[in-house]
């Protein structure tokens, strides 16, 4: 619940805008992210203060209008609408004005006090860009600045123009639009119609022009508002307006022009390509480029990750003798079980993939800092397009190829919800550090020399999966009118502010750490639970008694109850099946967490998996393991990144499903040949 003494600032702007920059520069750790109420669509707010004021910010989803083409959209005007908002921030990119300024030409006839901030100055600056704010300002009748949001030293105008506007309440300044859109047939007529107080905050102009557009929510509302005798008359003026939407959007086209005319200006000059860029964008040559650059962003991540990574790896060095110790002085086994085997093991495995996290969005926040990954989406958008997907979507793809769970962070790059949860449903398929590992030691064991067989029929699976996947999520994720490529502008190159950088590389990664940590705990605490036993002998253990209870269902996909327990153990950890088959065959000990993430293996396994195992069986198993979900933590990273526990399940199921069906099928080709 919001304080009545703190004041409300909402951040509207479209994609790109630099939102996210101010509202973590502004917020700092005091940030909470959750979901809109039932919606998928990520909610932040955070924190601040000034003067002795208190602020509580608002992140609106990124949009590029006011409309209701998507959840997005819906979302931010309606949340303007509440009245929850003292004031409204638009930001507009200042070296694109003509396109960023659209939002602000959809806002005008809303009611609600706002500024403009016309971010990115200094980009603009570079591009021999200059805007006269004061003379804008005038024009609109609100507060006007130039503004970079990475700068902090700019703040104090930010600051001031905040305070002068929740002081004055300005209102945009719409008579000159307005003047225009009466220019259109039934806008007026329309206009006369619609009665006070349809929305509060939205004045009669703002709904009249979202009726000629058609806009189906605001016309059902005013149609709810009026009496029967007129419901016909509006009914017959809607419908009489064709191609509202580029009627409108042609005014509001002419308004931008018209409020530039005499306050922006820019010094033509001649635009090259850079060696660099010539490199990047060139047909043959660009594609390669890339893929180096990713793979060696990938290698740099592992810099950064290492310290956590060392920390994981100490965490892992306390629960055997603390355990020992505990049980030492008379602490229950069953507890001591939970707080080594559950929690401190849990703990260990997710601060090192965490590392990799971190190490990964502080690389990649850098290429999209100083403009890199623009280019990266530009060189794959047409090839990412057959797929339903935008060039930005290669990066997660390479990236899990180290880890998927790196992968699932690299789509915050993703703007469209739908392409960033096909994007992570996709790279689920492409087998992680850990798959490689493994595979090729099972592989190597069983098969010999067949092993680059073996590997390549695996990556020729991995793209017809990923084929498959596109197909069958696309249609519910990606509209048709989010499949086409790209129209963009490369931005120049500009030096990184590392403040603003690190502030988004901890926030993001604590808040991968909180939600993380809350799936695994419940799922390994679990799989511990079935799998624990007091005698230590696992032929005790619910666990061993459902596996031999579910083999005849098992052997129609070629694995027995031992490797089908590996496969269940595998979507925790790749490394997971080992230990969990070490136990199985040694016929000692308890399957634990610790055996799930990394834990101790038999000296002989090589022999004990040779003499219990048969080839295809050996077969089905590591095409079973290869497709199915990564670990638990790339699980809990879906849905930190998706906000649905809809879609992560959705996810699960169905790689479940299909490693299980890939595993029939190697099965079966295996006892062709063997």
């Given at each position: 619940?919001?304080?009545?003494?703190?004041?409300v600032?909402?951040?509207?702007?479209?994609?790109?805008?630099g939102?996210?920059?101010?509202?973590?520069?502004?917020?700092?750790?005091?940030?909470?992210?959750?979901?809109?109420?039932?919606?998928?669509?990520?909610?932040?707010?955070?924190?601040f203060s000034?003067?002795?004021?208190?602020?509580?910010?608002?992140?609106?989803?990124?949009?590029?209008?006011?409309?209701?083409?998507?959840?997005?959209?819906m979302?931010?005007?309606?949340?303007?609408?509440s009245?929850?908002?003292?004031?409204?921030?638009i930001?507009?990119?200042?070296?694109?004005l003509?396109?960023?300024?659209?939002?602000?030409?959809?806002?005008?006839?809303?009611?609600?006090p706002?500024?403009?901030?016309?971010n990115?100055?200094?980009?603009?600056a570079?591009?021999g860009?200059?805007?006269?704010a004061?003379?804008?300002?005038?024009?609109?009748?609100?507060?006007?600045?130039?503004?970079?949001a990475?700068?902090?030293?700019?703040?104090?105008?930010f600051y001031?123009v905040?305070?002068?506007?929740?002081?004055?309440?300005p209102?945009?300044?719409?008579?000159e639009?307005?003047?225009?859109?009466?220019?259109?047939?039934?806008?007026?007529r329309?206009?006369?119609?619609?009665?006070?107080?349809v929305?509060p905050?939205?004045?009669?102009?703002?709904?009249?022009?979202?009726?000629?557009?058609?806009?189906?929510p605001?016309?059902?509302?005013?149609?709810?508002?009026?009496?029967?005798?007129?419901?016909?008359?509006f009914?017959?003026?809607v419908?009489?307006?064709?191609?509202?939407?580029?009627?409108?959007?042609?005014?509001?086209f002419?308004?931008?022009?018209?409020?530039l005319?005499?306050?922006?200006?820019?010094?033509k000059?001649?635009?090259a390509?850079?060696?660099?860029?010539r490199?990047?964008?060139h047909r043959?040559?660009?594609?390669?480029?890339?893929?180096l650059?990713?793979?060696?962003?990938l290698?740099?991540?592992?810099?950064?990750?290492?310290?956590?990574?060392?920390?994981?790896?100490?965490?892992?060095k306390i629960?055997?003798?603390?355990?020992?110790?505990?049980?030492?002085?008379?602490?229950?086994?069953?507890l001591?079980a939970?707080?080594?085997?559950v929690?401190?093991?849990?703990?260990?495995?997710?601060?090192?993939?965490?590392?990799?996290?971190?190490?990964?969005?502080?690389?990649?926040?850098?290429?999209?800092e100083?403009?890199?990954?623009?280019?990266?989406?530009?060189?794959?958008?047409?090839?990412?397009a057959k797929?339903?997907?935008?060039?930005?979507?290669?990066?997660?793809?390479l990236i899990?190829?180290?880890?998927?769970?790196?992968?699932?962070?690299?789509t915050?790059v993703?703007?469209?919800?739908?392409q960033?949860?096909?994007?992570?449903?996709?790279?689920?398929?492409v087998?992680?550090?850990?798959?490689?590992?493994?595979?090729?030691?099972?592989?190597?064991?069983?098969?010999?020399?067949?092993?680059?067989v073996?590997?390549?029929?695996?990556?020729?699976v991995?793209?017809?999966h990923?084929?498959?996947?596109?197909?069958?999520?696309?249609?519910s994720?990606?509209?048709?009118?989010?499949?086409?490529?790209?129209?963009m502008?490369?931005?120049?190159y500009?030096k990184?502010?590392?403040?603003a950088?690190?502030?988004?590389?901890?926030?993001r990664t604590k808040?991968?750490?909180v939600?993380?940590?809350?799936?695994?705990?419940i799922?390994?605490?679990?799989?511990?639970?079935?799998?624990?036993?007091?005698s230590?002998?696992?032929?005790d253990?619910?666990?061993?008694?459902?596996?031999?209870?579910?083999?005849?269902?098992t052997?129609?996909?070629?694995?027995?109850?031992?490797?089908?327990?590996?496969f269940?153990?595998?979507?925790l950890?790749?490394?997971?099946?080992l230990?969990?088959?070490s136990?199985i065959?040694?016929?000692?000990?308890?399957?634990s967490?610790?055996s799930?993430?990394?834990?101790?293996?038999?000296?002989n396994?090589?022999e004990?998996?040779?003499a219990?195992?048969?080839?295809?069986e050996?077969?089905?198993?590591i095409?079973?393991?290869?497709?199915?979900?990564?670990c638990?933590?790339?699980?809990a990273?879906?849905?930190?990144?998706t906000?649905s526990?809809k879609?992560?399940?959705?996810?699960?199921?169905?790689?479940?499903?299909i490693?299980?069906?890939l595993?029939?099928?190697?099965?079966?080709?295996?006892?062709?040949?063997?």
């Amino acid at each position: 619940m919001t304080d009545q003494n703190e004041k409300v600032v909402a951040l509207l702007g479209q994609p790109n805008s630099g939102k996210s920059t101010l509202f973590n520069a502004l917020t700092g750790m005091r940030q909470h992210v959750g979901n809109w109420p039932g919606k998928t669509v990520e909610k932040k707010e955070g924190h601040f203060s000034h003067n002795g004021t208190e602020y509580l910010a608002v992140d609106l989803p990124g949009t590029y209008s006011l409309s209701a083409n998507s959840d997005e959209e819906m979302i931010t005007r309606d949340y303007i609408a509440s009245g929850k908002a003292d004031v409204v921030c638009i930001l507009a990119d200042s070296s694109q004005l003509e396109r960023s300024l659209y939002m602000l030409a959809d806002y005008a006839g809303i009611t609600v006090p706002c500024f403009l901030v016309l971010n990115m100055s200094d980009v603009a600056a570079a591009q021999g860009k200059t805007v006269n704010a004061k003379k804008l300002e005038k024009k609109l009748g609100i507060p006007v600045i130039s503004f970079s949001a990475p700068d902090t030293k700019s703040y104090d105008s930010f600051y001031t123009v905040l305070e002068r506007t929740v002081r004055e309440k300005p209102v945009l300044g719409a008579d000159e639009l307005e003047s225009r859109y009466e220019e259109l047939e039934t806008y007026g007529r329309i206009k006369e119609m619609i009665p006070d107080g349809v929305i509060p905050g939205y004045s009669k102009m703002w709904l009249a022009t979202k009726a000629v557009e058609k806009d189906v929510p605001v016309t059902a509302k005013i149609r709810a508002a009026l009496p029967e005798a007129d419901k016909m008359a509006f009914d017959a003026a809607v419908s009489r307006t064709d191609k509202g939407v580029v009627l409108t959007g042609e005014r509001k086209f002419a308004w931008i022009d018209g409020l530039l005319s005499d306050t922006a200006a820019s010094k033509k000059t001649k635009v090259a390509l850079g060696r660099f860029d010539r490199l990047i964008t060139h047909r043959f040559w660009g594609k390669p480029v890339v893929i180096l650059i990713i793979l060696l962003g990938l290698i740099a991540s592992f810099i950064p990750a290492l310290p956590l990574m060392g920390v994981g790896q100490l965490i892992a060095k306390i629960p055997d003798p603390l355990n020992e110790a505990m049980l030492n002085i008379g602490c229950p086994a069953f507890l001591a079980a939970i707080v080594c085997d559950v929690l401190l093991r849990s703990l260990s495995f997710i601060v090192q993939m965490l590392g990799f996290v971190f190490g990964v969005t502080l690389v990649f926040g850098l290429l999209e800092e100083i403009g890199v990954m623009a280019r990266i989406s530009y060189v794959f958008d047409n090839t990412m397009a057959k797929l339903g997907l935008q060039g930005k979507s290669v990066m997660p793809f390479l990236i899990s190829f180290g880890c998927t769970m790196g992968g699932a962070a690299g789509t915050r790059v993703i703007d469209n919800w739908g392409q960033k949860v096909l994007t992570i449903a996709l790279a689920w398929a492409v087998p992680c550090g850990a798959a490689w590992a493994v595979i090729p030691m099972l592989s190597t064991v069983f098969f010999g020399a067949w092993v680059p067989v073996i590997i390549a029929v695996i990556l020729l699976v991995m793209l017809l999966h990923m084929w498959l996947t596109a197909k069958v999520f696309g249609r519910s994720l990606v509209k048709r009118e989010d499949q086409c490529g790209m129209i963009m502008e490369l931005p120049p190159y500009h030096k990184p502010k590392w403040g603003a950088l690190f502030r988004y590389v901890f926030g993001r990664t604590k808040d991968t750490f909180v939600r993380a940590l809350k799936v695994v705990v419940i799922v390994a605490f679990a799989f511990w639970l079935l799998s624990y036993t007091s005698s230590g002998d696992i032929t005790d253990s619910i666990l061993y008694k459902a596996g031999h209870a579910v083999e005849p269902f098992t052997r129609i996909f070629g694995m027995g109850w031992q490797t089908f327990m590996a496969f269940i153990a595998s979507s925790l950890g790749k490394e997971g099946a080992l230990g969990v088959l070490s136990t199985i065959y040694t016929g000692t000990g308890t399957i634990s967490v610790g055996s799930m993430v990394g834990g101790a293996v038999a000296e002989n396994i090589n022999e004990l998996l040779t003499a219990n195992v048969s080839k295809p069986e050996a077969l089905a198993l590591i095409f079973a393991m290869t497709f199915n979900m990564p670990c638990i933590v790339a699980l809990a990273a879906t849905y930190q990144e998706t906000h649905s526990a809809k879609w992560t399940a959705r996810i699960a199921l169905y790689y479940t499903g299909i490693a299980l069906v890939l595993a029939g099928i190697a099965y079966h080709v295996g006892m062709l040949i063997w």
